[in-house]
């Protein structure tokens, strides 16, 4: 009946919920750092992590290794877990916001760096603070627009 | 260069829409209850429970989602009257646009007669679903 939750292959895709909120204070810094400095070496930094975070997981993010090293071992051993392909989704769209704050920032176009880190910063900063899931609020809209 | 400027208005729109965000999520808003709307085994695929029926609508992208079905799925067990159907979004677009779903999961509360008379996006509590099963 729940297909799309119980696929048995979502079994083994199971993460320390915790470990992708700690990415995200971390993202949040750096994104704000880039944004106040505008400097695109910094988002170039913050793209390659989103595409680590997209394509493997936030579990093999920088930011996630420092999660299991350095805090996991310091919380309750009692781990909520979730889905990795949430947190994914969300590594993917931060991705495609840092691709373009690149492009703008390479090409001179400084008010597309800003809007794009600015966006990017928005996402994660309300992940970190708030567990925003953009999934479940971006990806059906999404659906609802590019598909007839 | 540095410029604090930008930083100020992305961190005050961001705290604003995730206090929005944090206070609706999981409220079960009755206003949205279309009379003429009545939903069925048709386009449901499940027979509707014989007083009430919560429609739930996932995808995979969807942490909370998973929370969702748990919780209804469990509290249906002690109700012979009252059924959870389980919908993916994502392969029920049609249906998706006809009842204007925009985020999952979204839940529909629907009385014997198959009309909406209340509906949740995210993760309602227990007690909320509860009162709500109770008003039908």
Redesign the interface.
């Known amino acids: 009946m729940s297909e799309i939750l119980d696929k048995p292959e979502v079994a083994r895709i199971y993460i320390d919920a915790r470990g992708p909120r700690f990415g995200a204070v971390i993202t949040t810094t750096v994104l704000a750092i880039a944004l106040v400095t505008m400097n695109e070496w910094v988002l170039l930094v913050q793209a390659l992590v989103f595409a680590i975070g997209a394509i493997r997981g936030p579990q093999f993010t920088p930011y996630g290794l420092i999660f299991k090293k350095f805090i996991k071992p310091r919380l309750s051993k009692e781990a909520p877990t979730e889905d990795v392909r949430p947190p994914k989704f969300a590594q993917s769209v931060g991705l495609i916001f840092a691709l373009v704050g690149l492009v703008g920032a390479f090409s001179g176009a400084n008010v597309v760096f800003t809007v794009a880190v600015g966006f990017a910063l928005g996402a994660a900063f309300l992940n970190a603070a708030f567990n925003y899931c953009l999934g479940c609020e971006m990806y059906l809209l999404g659906l609802r627009l590019t598909s007839k | ?4 400027l ?2 100020v ?3 005050v ?3 604003a ?3 929005w ?2 206070r609706s999520r999981g409220a079960i808003r009755t206003v949205k209850a279309v009379p003429g709307n009545r939903l069925g085994a048709d386009v449901l695929g499940e027979a509707l429970g014989s007083r009430a029926t919560m429609v739930q609508f ?9 929370a969702t ?1 748990t919780l209804l ?1 469990q509290m249906v067990t002690a109700m012979e009257d009252v059924k959870h159907i ?1 919908i ?3 392969s029920h ?1 049609e249906l ?2 006809q009842l204007d ?5 979204t839940t529909l509360f629907l009385n014997s007669e198959g009309v909406e008379v209340g509906r949740a996006a ?1 993760t309602p509590k227990r007690e909320q679903v509860l009162a709500a099963l109770n008003a039908i």
């Open positions: 260069m540095k410029t604090y930008p930083l208005i992305v961190l729109i961001a705290s829409y995730g206090l965000y944090q996932s995808s995979a992208f969807c942490a909370p989602c998973r079905h799925s389980h993916d979004a994502e677009l998706v646009r779903i925009r985020s999952t999961p995210g």
